[in-house]
């Protein structure tokens, strides 16, 4: 999963919402000292991955992407997966999108002198900017995917991912709307930060 789905999985505490971000950043390794309460977050933020990379639908989503770019579907789907749970926000949560946001870059700005410096370049473009406003359309989704295609170290193909996305839109929303409630109750009868 991407950052959206990371920091809604998250408690509404700010060492959650870093801990839960956390694993894309190094996880423990980057930091000497580590709470308690970081710790657990860290790990749910393992929880998530393990469940979503190893669960069936996402299998299936990832065979909707070419031949071409099938080597970074796992990638198209973490970002793809933050547009639909934007799309379907109102499915599971009350809340607002608008104020979640708001609510977690502040969390997130409370930690942000102990984040490892690249996690603070992120999260600081990324509360700054908005960036799950971009997430909104499959025009900002793939031009999300683009920068990250720019950025692999490597000669690839996974530009234009957008194309598959648009192809297969309404399989790939299915696929997130039957997955993404399983995650949830995996995460919540794990209840690794706490009931």
């Known amino acids: 999963m991407n950052y959206l789905a990371h920091l809604y999985l998250a408690k509404?505490?700010?060492?959650?919402?870093?801990?839960?971000?956390?694993?894309?950043f190094g996880g423990q390794r980057q930091l000497t000292q580590?709470?308690?309460?970081?710790k657990n977050a860290l790990d749910n933020h393992y929880l998530v991955d393990k469940f979503t990379d190893s669960h069936p639908f996402v299998k299936e989503a990832k065979q909707y992407f070419s031949p071409k770019r099938r080597r970074f579907a796992g990638v198209a789907i973490d970002v793809l997966f933050d547009h639909f749970l934007i799309q379907h926000w109102h499915t599971f949560n009350q809340q607002p999108l608008s104020d979640f946001k708001q609510t977690s870059y502040e969390l997130l700005g409370k930690r942000i002198p102990v984040m490892p410096a690249r996690m603070q370049r992120v999260v600081t473009s990324m509360t700054e900017n908005d960036w799950f406003k971009e997430y909104e359309t499959v025009d900002g989704v793939g031009l999300a995917l683009d920068n990250i295609a720019a950025r692999i170290r490597f000669t690839n193909t996974f530009t234009g991912a957008a194309e598959d996305i648009t192809r297969y839109y309404t399989e790939l929303d299915a696929i997130f709307l039957a997955f993404f409630p399983e995650l949830i109750k995996h995460v919540n009868q794990c209840a690794l930060e706490g009931a």
């Not at 509404?12 to 894309?24: C, Q, R, Y």
């Not at 580590?34 to 970081?38: D, H, M, Q, S, W």
């Open 12 to 24: 509404p505490t700010a060492d959650s919402h870093f801990g839960n971000l956390l694993g894309d």
């Open 34 to 38: 580590i709470p308690a309460t970081v």
